[in-house]
C-alpha cells in the first residue's frame, strides 16, 4: 500500500516562493553590481599618484610629508544583525599615531549581504563621514586611507578598498584579515611560503596569481605574531609603497588606523546599546 501524498501548508508554499523570489532579486542585484564594478575598475590607478613620499627607509621626507592617515572600519550589533556602525578615524604620523579625529555613522543595513560585494553595503557608510570632513575643509583630512577590506585580492580585483578610493580620489590600501581564495591562492599555501627557508624576505612574500599578476603581499607585521594579514593596492598607490607604509603603522598584528577603527566602531555599540560587541 503507498503512502498518501503529503499535504504541505499554505505557509510552506510562501516559504519557497519567498526563497525563489529572494534568489532572484540577489541575482539581479549581482548583476547590476558586477556592472558597476568593471565599470569602476577603468578608473583604477596602480602606481603612485599623490603629492607626499615616503623613502627606501620609512622615513617621511621633509617637502611633502605624509602625516594624517585614515583608518576606516565597520562593526556589527550582536542585538540587531542588521545595525552597523562606520568608523573613521585619522592619525598623525608625527604625532607617534596619535587619534586626532574620530567620528561614526551608524545605520540599519537594507541591502543583503553577497560575497563579494561588501563595498554595497559598507561604502556607502564610510563615503558619508569621509564627505562631511571634506565639507568643512577639516585639517585632518587623510592624505590616504586604509580600509578593513581587500584591495585587489578580489574575486574580481575590486575589493571594498578599491571602491572608496575610485568614489573618494583618496590612496587607498586594503588590509585583509582573512584570505580570498581568489587566483589559486590558499591560507596553506601562503602559509608554507612564509615559513620557506629561501623566502628571503622572512616576514613578507608577495601573493601571485594562477595567471601570473601580483595581487598583493601577505606579510606578519609584528615579528612576534604567527598570523598574516593581506596587503593590497586600493587605489593610486603602488604595492611598494602600501608595505612600505603598513609597516610604518604596526604596532601589533593590524596596523594602528585599522586598528583604532575597530576598537571604536565596537565601543560605539558598547555606549549606545550595551551590546558586548
Same mark, same amino acid.
Given at each position: 500500500?503507498?503512502?498518501?501524498?503529503?499535504?504541505?501548508?499554505?505557509?510552506?508554499?510562501?516559504?519557497?516562493?519567498?526563497?525563489?523570489?529572494?534568489?532572484?532579486?540577489?541575482?539581479?542585484?549581482?548583476?547590476?553590481?558586477?556592472?558597476?564594478?568593471?565599470?569602476?575598475?577603468?578608473?583604477?590607478?596602480?602606481?603612485?599618484?599623490?603629492?607626499?613620499?615616503? #623613502?627606501?627607509?620609512?622615513?617621511?621626507?621633509?617637502?611633502?610629508? &605624509?602625516?594624517?592617515? =585614515? !583608518?576606516?572600519?565597520?562593526?556589527?550589533? +550582536?542585538?540587531?544583525?542588521?545595525?552597523?556602525?562606520?568608523?573613521?578615524?585619522?592619525?598623525?604620523?608625527?604625532?607617534?599615531?596619535?587619534?586626532?579625529?574620530?567620528?561614526?555613522?551608524?545605520?540599519?543595513?537594507?541591502?543583503?549581504?553577497?560575497?563579494?560585494?561588501?563595498?554595497?553595503?559598507?561604502?556607502?557608510?564610510?563615503?558619508?563621514?569621509?564627505?562631511?570632513?571634506?565639507?568643512?575643509?577639516?585639517?585632518?583630512?587623510?592624505?590616504?586611507?586604509?580600509?578593513?577590506?581587500?584591495?585587489?585580492?578580489?574575486?574580481?580585483?575590486?575589493?571594498?578598498?578599491?571602491?572608496?578610493?575610485?568614489? #573618494?580620489?583618496?590612496?587607498?590600501?586594503?588590509?585583509?584579515?582573512? &584570505?580570498?581564495?581568489? =587566483? !589559486?591562492?590558499?591560507?596553506?599555501?601562503? +602559509?608554507?611560503?612564509?615559513?620557506?627557508?629561501?623566502?628571503?624576505?622572512?616576514?613578507?612574500?608577495?601573493?601571485?596569481?594562477?595567471?601570473?599578476?601580483?595581487?598583493?603581499?601577505?606579510?606578519?607585521?609584528?615579528?612576534?605574531?604567527?598570523?598574516?594579514?593581506?596587503?593590497?593596492?586600493?587605489?593610486?598607490?603602488?604595492?611598494?609603497?602600501?608595505?612600505?607604509?603598513?609597516?610604518?603603522?604596526?604596532?601589533?598584528?593590524?596596523?594602528?588606523?585599522?586598528?583604532?577603527?575597530?576598537?571604536?566602531?565596537?565601543?560605539?555599540?558598547?555606549?549606545?546599546?550595551?551590546?558586548?560587541?
Amino acid at each position: 500500500m503507498t503512502d498518501p501524498p503529503t499535504l504541505r501548508s499554505n505557509d510552506d508554499q510562501n516559504d519557497r516562493d519567498q526563497h525563489k523570489y529572494d534568489s532572484s532579486q540577489h541575482k539581479s542585484l549581482e548583476q547590476q553590481w558586477i556592472r558597476e564594478q568593471e565599470s569602476l575598475k577603468t578608473k583604477l590607478i596602480l602606481e603612485d599618484d599623490f603629492h607626499w613620499s615616503i #623613502t627606501a627607509s620609512t622615513e617621511m621626507t621633509e617637502s611633502f610629508p &605624509l602625516r594624517f592617515i =585614515g !583608518g576606516v572600519d565597520v562593526s556589527f550589533s +550582536k542585538i540587531d544583525p542588521s545595525m552597523v556602525c562606520a568608523a573613521l578615524v585619522v592619525l598623525d604620523l608625527h604625532q607617534n599615531l596619535e587619534v586626532v579625529y574620530e567620528d561614526y555613522n551608524s545605520a540599519h543595513l537594507q541591502i543583503p549581504y553577497i560575497p563579494g560585494f561588501l563595498a554595497f553595503r559598507e561604502a556607502p557608510l564610510i563615503i558619508t563621514l569621509l564627505q562631511n570632513m571634506k565639507n568643512c575643509s577639516h585639517p585632518f583630512y587623510p592624505q590616504l586611507l586604509m580600509v578593513d577590506g581587500n584591495g585587489l585580492i578580489h574575486p574580481r580585483g575590486f575589493g571594498l578598498a578599491c571602491h572608496l578610493g575610485v568614489l #573618494t580620489e583618496i590612496p587607498t590600501i586594503g588590509i585583509g584579515k582573512n &584570505l580570498h581564495h581568489v =587566483g !589559486g591562492l590558499t591560507r596553506v599555501g601562503v +602559509k608554507h611560503l612564509l615559513e620557506d627557508k629561501t623566502n628571503d624576505q622572512k616576514n613578507l612574500v608577495i601573493l601571485t596569481g594562477d595567471t601570473g599578476k601580483t595581487l598583493g603581499v601577505a606579510m606578519r607585521s609584528n615579528p612576534c605574531s604567527s598570523k598574516s594579514i593581506f596587503v593590497s593596492i586600493g587605489h593610486r598607490i603602488s604595492l611598494d609603497s602600501c608595505v612600505k607604509i603598513v609597516q610604518v603603522c604596526c604596532r601589533f598584528h593590524i596596523p594602528e588606523p585599522i586598528r583604532q577603527a575597530d576598537i571604536k566602531s565596537r565601543r560605539w555599540f558598547r555606549i549606545n546599546e550595551g551590546s558586548s560587541v
